[in-house]
């Protein structure tokens, strides 16, 4: 919690990504955040194995606003 962190227009996590996380549960590629103007930042679940959830439900494709979770 309270990490900053500073994203291109497309950013990648996971195990070996623009964002690396030292977890086997993660995918190499797990999820990628995407900046579209007009409607702000969302999140792709990249078929990761283990999924992505946002406020504690999985998702594929989510629209994020400020204050989301993502886990």
Do not use: C
Request: glycine share 10%; no cysteine.
């Amino acid at each position: 919690y309270g990490e900053t962190l500073t994203l291109d227009t497309t950013t990648s996590l996971g195990r070996d990504a623009d964002i690396t996380f030292d977890d086997a549960k993660m995918s190499k590629i797990h999820a990628i955040f995407q900046f579209q103007e007009g409607s702000g930042w969302r999140l792709v679940d990249n078929e990761s194995k283990n999924g992505v959830f946002v406020n504690g439900k999985p998702i594929s494709i989510f629209e994020l606003s400020e204050g989301d979770l993502i886990d």
